[in-house]
Structures are given as C-alpha cells and as structure tokens.
C-alpha cells in the first residue's frame, strides 16, 4: 500500500528498486509541485515489472509503504523470533513478529548469506500460512470417509504395527527437502534400523539421478560473488526463485556494469528486461554440450589445467569429438556463432560465473556444465565457475543426510562395505543388504504396501496429480506428516501434525552446504512436535539410542559421518554423458507451503 501523505520523496524506494532490483517499477510522478511516487510511467503496479518482493518496503524510513494486510494492527508492541528462511536455498536469515499466537509480519535480519538483510517476496509475505486456524494440531486416522483424532501413541503403535505386518521391502519412506538434516537423519535411520529396509527417497529428486549431489562442490562461495566480472545465467529466474541473490548481481550490474546474460528457454522469460543479453534456446544440454564440442575442435580447453587437475579427457575429447555438431546445434535451437560468443566471452574472461538452477536443468545437463569448468579450468577458483542454486531450503540435506537408495549418510556411497558396516556397528544393529533399487519403478508398479511420506506433497505439486493419486492408493497403507490437509494428506489413512523450524530447532544445509542451526523459539499448538514423534517411533519399532533431541541426531549423525567418511579427495573426472529425459517431476519443490504462497500470489493477480 502507500500513503503518499507520509512521504518524504527521500526516494529509497526507487533507487533500491532499479539498482538493486532491477526491477524499475517505481518512478517520481508529476515532478514540480505536485511530485509524488508511484508506479513508472503512470502504470497499475501490476502492470509493471515490479516482482512483489517488498524492498521497497524494507527501505521506506516513514511508512509510506507499507504490506497490504487484510487488517491494521494497533499499536503493540510484538515479539520476535529468529529463524531461516524455509523456502529457497540461500539460507536468509530472518524475523518473525508476533503477538501471543497471531504473526504480524516478516523482515529481514542481518545474516551470513542476507547480510544488509535484505530478503524476497517468500519469506517478506510467506509468512501467512502461520496464522491460518486450518492447521492440523493432532494425529488424525481415516475411518471410513472422515480422518477422526487419536493419540499420538495410537499413532505410533499402528505405525510400528503396519511396518513389522509386511515384508520389510514392501515399506518405503519418503523424506521432504523442507525437513531439517536432524529428521531426514531420523527418517532414513528409522527405514534402514527400523523396518529394515533400503527404501527411503523423496519426491523431490525422484526419477532424476544423483548428480545433483555433486553441484555444491565447487560453487563459488556467496562472498565471492561480488568479485566475479560477468555473469551467466541459465535455466534459472533468479528474481522469481532466489531473489537475495539475484538483488547482489544486477546491483553489481548497475553499480560496477558488470555484464548479464541469460541463456533461456522460455519463450518469456520474467528477467529479459534485467539483463545485458538474451539468448533463447531449445535445450540447456545440447547448449552446453555443442559449447564443450566447440572448445575441444578448436583446441581452445586450458590444457595446463587439464593436465594437472583432472581424469578422463581424452575418453571425453573422443567422445564428443564424435558427436555431429551441427545435429547438437538443431537440438540446441541456436547457431554456430551464438555458441562461439558464449564460449569466447566466458573462457577469455577469467572471473567468469554460470549460475544455474537444479529445478530447470536435467542431471545430464548438470554434468556438463562440470565438463565446460574443467575444459575452461574455471573450476575451484576464486569468483569463477559455477554456482547452482537448489530449489529447496534444505535439498541439500537430503544427500548429506543419506535420503536416497544409492547413498547414506555423509553422501558415502551405499555400496562401500566399509561405510556401511561402520554405519550399522555405530546404531548397534543387525546389519542389512542395501541393495540398489528404483524407487520410481516399484512405486509405479503398486510394489509398496507401506508408503510413509513426512513433509512432502506429491499429489498437490504433480502436473498430473490423479495419477499420483491412483499410485498412493494401490499401497494398503498410506502415513503423511503435514501442516494443514494437502491433497495427498487427503488420501492418508493417518496423518501427523507437522511442526514449524522454529518449533523444533535443527538445521539445513544449503546451496553452498552451509550448515545453518536455528533454535526452538516458540511452543505452538502440537503436543509432540515431529522430531519428537519420530524419536517415538524409533522407540516403537524397537531402535534403541540416546537420541531425545534434534543436537542428540546432530552429534550422531556427525559422529557416523566421521567414521564412514573414507577421506577421499574428490577427483576432477570428464564424465561421459547421453541425453536424458529426467526434467523436475514435481513443483513448488514438493512442498504444500510453497505451492500454498504459489497460489495465492497468482490469485492475487488474477484478481487484480
């Protein structure tokens, strides 16, 4: 809202808006007398670029802008909590207001990633789903056509009933990347200790491959970013996504004319309008795959760096060298002489960044973005290389914590014998066969009967949510874990209340595998908040440990990692790649919140 009465025409609003935005939606109106501020070129705001993410807010010094909430508060005096961010994966820190139980609003505070506390529209207007009365406060179990309340060790001893009642391979677990590492760990420990079996994924990543775990290494750390002299953007709307960190690179674009290109391929694309060039492509893979065919058929690879740091070139020099590039440069939908200025601007300009987004980029793709570093011996260096940004708060969290088939946790492969009989010695229990599976393939396949979900919403955030649907309901048990009735909560036949970060305490890991602790700062409604709920689950299927709070599975966790990390220095290896068809299954990260915000700021818009 404004209130131009209270405005001073300081002009904060502006200037942050176009030099550290980008944005240029606001703009002085009338100057002379009758001067005011609003919309650029007489605009509805909606009409602009403006992106909602309420910097102008956060600068005004009188009010005059101010969030438009359904009521005005009166003149109290609120508390305050800190926490992070639990949307994107920068890891902002942030405050929470609020008076006895009803949150007032969200700002910015001055953290190790947002440290002039600046933050995007999530977490400024995310905030709401707090004060919603809809939120699920006690276990719930399906009778008949109604979800009826029973206590929560009714809950757990049907839990713990249903997982010893099948064979221990018809039982899979699902843990969200909006979870913290303290229960990821937890849920994964309860599948591999608990029911005894190899079963535990996410919706997240599902059907995807794992080279997603790799894209943290070697990411140029968030101080770095200011340093690097241009800027390449891929497959990521970094104003709509991630937006703190879009705010420090076109402020280095408008303060320093430090140079942005944004290789897409959406046809409209919601930041042409910020960057220096615009390249519209087909597809990211063969994009970067006819830039590497470039780079080694003109010899233009740094050979020194090749030579010294890395494995595998010549079986990659054969292999891509073998591919027609012309066919590369169809399936690309660009020409020769857009990949010769890509390839040349960003090998000859040394403090040269690509950032990229997991949510848009294949598996296939990721592992050629790595390929490009090392041909151009940009990897591991000071304000160059890549950075790719993770689409959930925690999505890191899932690989550290071991929330995959393939891997367990400390990202150790689960095929390393040593690794896993050190895992199983330090939980004090038989040790199992973690043989590889396909979670997808088996789920399709109605092979679970089982199906424990906390913190995910596959139905909701499918393109394709009835079949989802009819996949959930061929198992002869479904548990969710969940904040408010989502769709697949709908499907459950019992569902766990699910609690806030700051109800809890724990941590994340994010983009940049920064561990980022947040404490318990406020008591809400739930009895049992869910890591106490998963500590009495363990204790019900039997697992026996000292763990009561989230730092007990911190230090556990930490202790494992410790004695099955095999120390290997990871190699710079050229690894061989085929297109692949494994594109983001779910939206909104799989999660109900995102997709709840989502929505509403959509519908907003429409109804504007």
Aim: net charge negative; proline share 3%; aromatic share 10%.
């Amino acid at each position: 809202e404004i209130d131009n009465n209270k405005c001073i025409l300081c002009g904060r609003c502006v200037r942050i808006c176009k030099e550290v935005v980008g944005a240029n939606a606001l703009g002085f109106v009338n100057r002379g007398f009758d001067t005011f501020i609003a919309p650029s070129l007489n605009k509805k705001l909606a009409d602009a670029n403006c992106e909602s993410c309420g910097m102008c807010i956060s600068t005004c010094p009188t009010g005059a802008l101010v969030e438009n909430v359904p009521f005005k508060p009166g003149p109290i005096n609120p508390d305050t909590l800190k926490t992070i961010c639990n949307y994107c994966s920068l890891g902002c820190e942030i405050n929470l207001h609020y008076k006895s139980s009803f949150f007032t609003k969200s700002s910015g505070n001055n953290g190790f990633i947002n440290k002039d506390g600046n933050i995007c529209k999530y977490p400024r207007f995310g905030y709401r789903h707090l004060n919603n009365k809809h939120r699920i406060e006690k276990p719930l179990l399906k009778k008949g056509n109604k979800h009826v309340e029973i206590t929560f060790n009714e809950a757990y001893k049907i839990i713990a009933d249903k997982i010893s009642s099948v064979e221990a391979d018809e039982n899979v677990f699902f843990a969200g990347a909006r979870l913290s590492n303290e229960e990821i760990y937890m849920i994964q420990k309860l599948a591999r200790a608990g029911a005894k079996t190899n079963n535990i994924s996410n919706f997240h990543y599902l059907g995807r491959g794992l080279s997603y775990k790799d894209n943290c290494n070697y990411n140029i750390s968030p101080e770095q970013i200011k340093d690097a002299d241009q800027y390449f953007i891929i497959g990521s709307e970094l104003n709509l996504d991630s937006g703190v960190l879009g705010f420090d690179i076109f402020s280095e674009n408008y303060h320093n004319e430090k140079p942005v290109c944004l290789i897409t391929e959406k046809q409209e694309s919601a930041m042409a309008h910020k960057v220096d060039n615009l390249l519209k492509i087909k597809s990211y893979y063969h994009f970067v795959k006819a830039a590497n065919h470039y780079i080694i058929s003109n010899n233009l690879q740094n050979s020194v760096f090749i030579k010294g740091h890395c494995e595998g070139f010549d079986n990659y020099k054969n292999e891509v060298s073998g591919e027609n590039f012309d066919s590369l440069l169809n399936n690309a939908g660009c020409s020769k002489a857009d990949i010769a200025e890509f390839v040349e601007s960003y090998n000859k300009v040394h403090k040269s960044v690509i950032i990229f987004s997991e949510k848009n980029i294949t598996n296939e793709a990721c592992i050629e973005l790595h390929n490009l570093c090392l041909l151009t011996g940009k990897k591991g260096k000071n304000a160059t290389g890549l950075l790719a940004v993770k689409e959930k708060n925690n999505s890191q969290g899932l690989f550290d914590m071991g929330a995959f088939p393939e891997i367990i946790p400390g990202a150790e492969d689960s095929s390393d014998k040593t690794a896993t009989e050190a895992m199983f010695k330090h939980w004090n229990c038989k040790e199992i066969s973690l043989n590889p599976v396909n979670i997808k393939e088996k789920l399709d396949d109605g092979l679970f009967k089982n199906i424990f979900i906390f913190g995910e919403d596959p139905v909701g955030c499918s393109g394709n949510g009835n079949t989802v649907s009819n996949v959930l309901q061929k198992a002869d048990f479904l548990l969710v874990q969940e904040f408010f009735m989502s769709d697949t909560a709908k499907l459950a036949d019992l569902i766990l209340p699910a609690s806030m970060n700051f109800e809890t305490g724990g941590s994340y890991a994010n983009t940049w595998k920064y561990i980022q602790q947040f404490e318990k700062s406020y008591n809400g409604k739930i009895s049992q908040h869910s890591f106490n709920q998963l500590v009495e689950i363990h204790k019900a299927v039997g697992i026996t440990s000292n763990i009561e709070k989230p730092s007990d599975a911190l230090m556990e966790s930490a202790s494992l990692i410790e004695k099955t990390n095999s120390e290997k220095k990871d190699k710079l290896v050229f690894k061989l790649t085929k297109p692949g068809n494994n594109h983001m299954i779910f939206e909104h990260g799989c999660d109900y919140i995102v997709k709840l915000f989502n929505d509403e700021y959509k519908d907003a818009f429409e109804t504007e």
